[in-house]
């Protein structure tokens, strides 16, 4: 059995990303060196940032009993460049990140080209027809800045976010409240 790559980007944006949308914009970023910021692309044109108040399956999945938690859905549509995204005074707190990417051959991703997705580095594969675990990783100095790899989208999952429009009870789905 294949699972194409579209497959586990939609696995988990139901895993992560709540119903209640935020506000999120990528005023500025950082290039991870100088000759790559000489490179004629438009932040605004590589970037893609969304917002949502954490899914429940999450909070549930890792213990975390505090609401507030947000998620960010990225893309770096950029070929070349590692976006870096400064979230000082934001007080997030730790995060999981969740880094979908193609494999890599001869030094260069495949792209869109790719039957295969990598997830924080590792490919995914489907054995005995069984979906593989999708682990976050874990990055609990508060001080690291966020790099978005070139060619790249996933999720970050900010538990200790405490924003105020995720602290409440989140919008039950379809089946709630279950019937007797």
Not at 64 to 93: C, D, E, P, Q, W
Not at 136 to 148: A, E, G, Y
Request: proline fraction near 9%; charge should be positive; aromatic fraction near 10%.
């Amino acid at each position: 059995m294949h699972v194409n790559p579209d497959y586990y980007t939609a696995l988990l944006w139901n895993r992560l990303m709540g119903r209640k949308v935020l506000s999120a914009e990528v005023f500025e970023t950082h290039y991870k060196n100088k000759t790559e910021a000489q490179t004629p692309q438009y932040v605004e044109d590589s970037i893609r940032v969304y917002a949502h108040c954490t899914h429940r399956w999450f909070l549930e999945k890792h213990a975390i009993s505090k609401r507030g938690s947000i998620t960010l859905a990225f893309i770096n549509l950029s070929t070349h460049v590692y976006h870096t995204i400064n979230m000082t005074g934001l007080n997030l707190g730790i995060r999981a990140e969740y880094v979908l990417q193609s494999p890599r051959r001869k030094d260069q991703h495949l792209g869109l080209h790719s039957y295969h997705v990598q997830l924080n580095g590792k490919t995914l594969r489907v054995l005995d027809h069984q979906i593989p675990v999708l682990p976050p990783n874990w990055i609990f100095d508060r001080s690291k800045k966020l790099v978005l790899p070139p060619l790249s989208y996933g999720y970050i999952v900010f538990p200790e976010a405490k924003n105020p429009v995720c602290v409440t009870p989140p919008i039950p789905g379809p089946g709630y409240p279950p019937s007797a």
